[in-house]
């Protein structure tokens, strides 16, 4: 496999207040899966996931559970990152922003800004939301509540630092404009210009002093650092960054990052204060920055206050970790959000999973089994529907790569679809239950096997990144090794002669919605009692 050099890829850090939510945990699950496709494609993958874990809700909770506010980042960020190792997120270093290099390194970079006439002390008056930690004018409320989240604000003033935003707007808008993919997909690029940048930016609250849990200011310490400059951050102080000119060698390598990926909520926050913390910091500006829709469960965003969160360690054990990360990833548009219900789970599992996949690797290898005694060997007697079989196969990897060059992880997924419907369909046209009738035909009919073997192989190969444990199990059921990517555009690599397993394995059994819903049921049941 050829190196195609390195590539840095981030989510936004998970903020450690609680346990996370499948809309939470989608993101994890979608950076896995670009993650391992770049790898895969012969890139030197580094991803990067992990908690913030200051603030004052954090604060807040803390008091409410009867514990420091470090015990209780400690209980929720192993939460969570038990859940991403749960959703197989194959990270390659999960960092917190209570790790002392980070704490270093942010005070660091508050000093520094300040040193260089950047930040500035002030008092800050405004509506405060407690769970956005954010401050905001009475013009920017809708209906006279948080513009984010929809909850209560709350007059506050306080003594605080500033970070003089407008030094550097122009510089930003600049870098936007040169720069057309730096902001993806281009609606909420358009929304940052429209609706922040050109308006002109407001300087930025960069420490607090109503509460105590947060990075000191060194200098004056009676100020934390807010929650966004010492978030943020984590992208460069996790790989090594020294503010002080002696970063590691992973920084070097590593930054900028080539893809962060986060939720459409916080763009604001990663395409506009981030960018501009670097351009003060001297480092280059991350090369994309993907705003990600929202999973919705039915027709509303999940909350604990609705009562309609649906969790990733539940749905795993209901129906199975890929047909939950299937879902996820075929499930969410590029620009539009997504919606995740029980009977959609059950219609997709059954329709796509069983049927589509796992019926056609199970009649393969049972047809494999009766006719051959698992053997499948290329003969080279050809008919006339297996050109355009092989066309499909042979033009899937590059269909797909297309797609997820664009980030476009669902239709990624349906182009491997669309192949294994066209294997199916190949069954049907070339009836190897006709053929087996006729001794003459024993090697049309092996040939037809082999097709589809091949075929299988190469959607196995390509289906990894987003159904791993799937595409193992074909393999193991294939005995036979996942292909590499540079080597998919060519047919015919399933080893002719190659031994089958002699019992399919079912890969998905199709699921009935009613017991699945009494199911559901009966643990919710349980949880409350």
């Known amino acids: 496999m050829t190196n195609k050099g390195k590539y840095y890829i981030t989510t936004a850090i998970a903020y450690a207040s609680g346990k996370p939510h499948i809309g939470n945990t989608y993101e994890a699950i979608m950076a896995d899966a670009i993650a391992s496709f770049k790898r895969h494609d012969g890139y030197d993958v580094f991803l990067m996931t992990g908690t913030d874990e200051h603030g004052q809700k954090i604060e807040l909770k803390a008091q409410e559970a009867g514990k420091t506010p470090k015990e209780f980042v400690d209980e929720t960020a192993g939460e969570i990152k038990r859940i991403w190792d749960l959703v197989g997120t194959r990270y390659d270093k999960f960092m917190r922003t209570t790790d002392e290099d980070h704490v270093e390194q942010v005070q660091k970079i508050f000093k520094r800004f300040y040193d260089q006439g950047d930040i500035y002390k002030g008092a800050?008056?405004?509506?405060?939301?407690?769970?956005?930690?954010?401050?905001?004018?009475?013009?920017?409320?809708?209906?006279?509540?948080?513009?984010?989240?929809?909850?209560?604000?709350?007059?506050?003033?306080?003594?605080?630092?500033?970070?003089?935003?407008?030094?550097?707007?122009?510089?930003?808008?600049?870098?936007?404009?040169?720069h057309p993919e730096f902001i993806q997909p281009v609606s909420r690029k358009n929304e940052m210009m429209n609706n922040f940048l050109k308006p002109g930016l407001q300087d930025l609250c960069v420490s607090r002093t109503s509460f105590t849990w947060g990075i000191p200011v060194t200098f004056d310490e009676k100020h934390v650092v807010y929650v966004w400059l010492d978030a943020l951050s984590n992208y460069i102080t996790g790989i090594g960054y020294d503010s002080d000119g002696n970063s590691s060698e992973r920084y070097k390598k590593l930054w900028p990052a080539d893809l962060h990926l986060i939720g459409k909520d916080i763009i604001r926050f990663h395409t506009i204060y981030w960018p501009i913390f670097l351009m003060a910091m001297g480092e280059p500006l991350p090369k994309q920055i993907f705003g990600h829709p929202w999973l919705l469960q039915g027709d509303g965003k999940m909350s604990k206050s609705k009562g309609n969160v649906m969790y990733a360690d539940d749905l795993v054990e209901l129906f199975g970790l890929d047909a939950v990360r299937y879902f996820v990833l075929h499930e969410m548009p590029f620009d539009n959000d997504g919606v995740i219900t029980y009977d959609l789970l059950v219609e997709r599992l059954n329709s796509d999973l069983a049927n589509v996949l796992g019926n056609l690797v199970n009649r393969t290898?049972?047809?494999?089994?009766?006719?051959?005694?698992?053997?499948?060997?290329?003969?080279?007697?050809?008919?006339?529907?297996?050109?355009?079989?092989?066309?499909?196969?042979?033009?899937?990897?590059?269909?797909v790569l297309a797609k997820m060059e664009e980030l476009r992880v669902a239709d990624a997924i349906t182009e491997i679809f669309t192949v294994l419907k066209r294997l199916n369909k190949y069954i049907d046209e070339t009836e190897p239950w006709k053929l087996a009738k006729d001794e003459s035909a024993k090697p049309r009919l092996s040939e037809v096997l082999y097709n589809l073997s091949e075929g299988i192989m190469v959607c196995a190969s390509l289906l990894a990144p987003f159904l791993p444990d799937t595409?193992?199990?074909?393999?193991?059921?294939?005995?036979c090794g996942l292909y590499d990517y540079d080597t998919l555009e060519h047919f015919g690599q399933f080893p002719s002669g190659n031994q089958v397993t002699e019992k399919p394995e079912i890969l998905f059994a199709r699921l009935e919605l009613k017991d699945v819903l009494a199911e559901v049921e009966k643990r919710q049941g349980e949880k409350q009692a």
Not at 142 to 159: F, I, L, Q, S, Y
């Open 124 to 178: 800050y008056e405004g509506l405060y939301c407690t769970p956005c930690e954010s401050f905001w004018t009475e013009s920017q409320l809708v209906d006279g509540k948080c513009p984010d989240c929809g909850r209560e604000v709350k007059p506050a003033r306080e003594e605080a630092y500033f970070f003089k935003m407008s030094k550097y707007a122009d510089r930003l808008i600049k870098h936007i404009e040169e």
């Open 365 to 399: 290898i049972s047809m494999s089994n009766k006719y051959f005694g698992g053997t499948v060997e290329k003969t080279g007697v050809e008919g006339e529907a297996d050109a355009d079989l092989k066309a499909a196969v042979e033009g899937a990897y590059g269909r």
């Open 471 to 479: 595409a193992e199990k074909i393999s193991a059921q294939m005995c």
